[in-house]
């Protein structure tokens, strides 16, 4: 297939470039559509209704966590494939991939619907907030769980046969649809449905994004691999465990997310509504190079993988450390500017004056996380691609996990409110130094094979 040739003859830093820019910048618009939830429900200065938007967000990254299983699992094993020329097999990953995603969407939504008081409590809802959660999550979670799962998913598939430009469009879709409905189902001049209509804009734009992929999927049904057709799930028992495998560590690191996320905004909850609009404005702001690191790692999975499966290691380490050196430092250069600027940033979200002091406090400290972040993501994404589960589950347990809830008590306890903060900064370098020790382990073992 012409389109691999990106993964096999391309100058090592021109396939990089070419498999992540198109995945950052789908990355980037997704931030931007998540930014402007938060962003135009600030402008309505109800404090309740940004602090909803927090509160739900451990669902909704529970979707992604669900996509990634099947995504990320699926994408890995499809560019090996290719890169030992077996397509009949990624064909099968394909469809299995695709029809398990589905069936998995339904089900949480589904479950979500029948548990949401208990799940939106946890998570840290009160009296004041409890119904604009509950409004926000039915459209984002359970109407909208479905495409917003499908839609990840299929981006990944797609880039693993070399189509980066093409799933970046499909996210972007999503993305800029997103950021044109939200004043429109949220300001009080237009429909002013408030953080209700957030919800109604981000399912809308992920259903757009869904039909764009089974779209291309269907136009270009004669030159692609990703064949979808359900004839091929008789084929699921043959390559099931190693789908789930490999996709589970990505999986488990945002499902753990989800726990610790929660578990903070719980924290933050108990002192004041104000501290927790400021901590999801502060989650916005740093989700910038959190989306960068991702789209980095997201597009070179493919081409680790297909080199790791075609045997040319040397071209798979050259693309790793091309791709973490450009994740790193954005990351550094993140970290500059919200040290400098965290008061500036936190006000483009809300007027209230004590938000605001909360949140340029949270974001200093939180901030630091980024560049340990940066090189941990792209590690993970490695072990997966190399199908070293072990590895890649040791780094995601780590980074969300074992540590996260038991620091939170520790800092809490030590620095109330504030202290919490200092959780993330902490679990990413734990994190970065066993990532760093594996990875030395697992080319000390090449170098001895060679």
């Known amino acids: 297939m012409n389109r691999t040739m990106v993964f096999e003859s391309l100058p090592v830093r021109q396939a990089v470039l070419k498999q992540i820019i198109p995945a950052v910048f789908s990355q980037m618009i997704a931030l931007i559509y998540s930014l402007a939830d938060t962003y135009f429900v600030g402008m309505l200065n109800a404090p309740a209704q940004t602090a909803a938007i927090t509160i739900v967000y451990p669902s909704f990254v529970?979707?992604?966590?669900?996509?990634?299983?099947?995504?990320?699992?699926?994408?890995?094993?499809?560019?090996?494939?290719?890169?030992?020329?077996?397509?009949?097999?990624a064909k099968e990953i394909a469809s299995i991939s695709f029809w398990l995603g589905l069936l998995s969407a339904l089900l949480f939504s589904l479950f979500f619907l029948l548990f949401a008081k208990p799940i939106l409590t946890f998570c840290g809802a009160t009296e004041a907030t409890y119904s604009f959660c509950l409004r926000y999550a039915r459209w984002v979670v359970v109407?909208?769980?479905?495409?917003?799962?499908?839609?990840?998913?299929?981006?990944?598939?797609?880039?693993?046969?070399?189509?980066?430009?093409?799933?970046s469009f499909g996210i972007s879709l999503g993305g800029i649809l997103?950021?044109?409905?939200?004043?429109?189902?949220?300001?009080?001049?237009?429909?002013?449905?408030?953080?209700?209509?957030?919800?109604?804009?981000t399912a809308l734009s992920n259903l757009a994004s869904m039909i764009y992929f089974l779209l291309y999927l269907y136009c270009r049904k004669q030159d692609t691999i990703l064949n979808i057709r359900p004839?091929?799930?008789?084929?699921?028992?043959?390559?099931?465990?190693?789908?789930?495998?490999?996709?589970?560590p990505s999986a488990l690191q945002y499902g753990l997310t989800v726990v610790a996320v929660a578990a903070q905004s719980a924290f933050v909850a108990k002192y004041a509504t104000e501290a927790t609009a400021a901590l999801g404005i502060v989650k916005k702001l740093d989700?910038?190079?959190?989306?960068?690191?991702?789209?980095?790692?997201?597009?070179?999975?493919?081409?680790?993988?297909?080199?790791?499966?075609?045997?040319?290691?040397?071209?798979?380490?050259n693309a790793f450390r091309f791709g973490t050196a450009i994740s790193v430092s954005f990351a550094l250069l993140c970290v500059f500017v919200y040290e400098?600027?965290?008061?500036?940033?936190t006000s483009l979200f809300i007027s209230d004056q004590q938000t605001i002091s909360y949140g340029a406090t949270f974001l200093r400290?939180?901030?630091?996380?980024?560049?340990?972040?940066?090189?941990?993501?792209?590690?993970?994404?490695?072990?997966?691609?190399?199908?070293?589960?072990?590895?890649?589950?040791?780094?995601?347990?780590?980074?969300?996990?074992?540590?996260?809830?038991?620091?939170?008590?520790?800092?809490?306890?030590?620095?109330?409110?504030?202290?919490?903060m200092w959780v993330?900064?902490?679990?990413?370098?734990?994190?970065?130094?066993?990532?760093?020790?594996?990875?030395r382990h697992m080319m000390k073992g090449e170098n001895n094979e060679i």
């Open 365 to 420: 400290r939180m901030v630091l996380a980024m560049p340990f972040m940066a090189f941990c993501y792209p590690m993970t994404i490695q072990f997966q691609a190399m199908g070293k589960v072990r590895e890649a589950l040791i780094v995601s347990i780590l980074r969300k996990g074992v540590l996260d809830v038991p620091l939170l008590f520790l800092m809490d306890g030590i620095f109330p409110l504030y202290g919490c």
């Open 424 to 439: 993330q900064p902490i679990v990413d370098c734990i994190s970065l130094i066993a990532a760093s020790i594996l990875y």
């Open 62 to 89: 529970m979707l992604t966590a669900i996509s990634n299983l099947f995504g990320i699992g699926g994408a890995s094993m499809i560019a090996r494939k290719l890169g030992r020329k077996d397509t009949q097999a």
């Open 178 to 201: 997103n950021i044109i409905l939200d004043p429109v189902f949220i300001l009080p001049q237009f429909l002013g449905m408030g953080v209700v209509g957030a919800g109604v804009a």
């Open 340 to 345: 400098t600027f965290a008061p500036q940033l």
């Open 287 to 317: 989700q910038l190079p959190l989306y960068f690191s991702i789209g980095v790692a997201n597009g070179l999975l493919p081409l680790l993988a297909y080199n790791h499966s075609a045997g040319n290691e040397h071209r798979r380490r």
């Open 143 to 167: 109407f909208g769980g479905i495409p917003t799962i499908m839609n990840t998913l299929l981006a990944n598939l797609v880039r693993s046969e070399g189509a980066a430009a093409s799933a």
């Open 231 to 248: 004839v091929h799930l008789k084929q699921t028992t043959k390559h099931l465990k190693e789908i789930l495998s490999i996709g589970f």
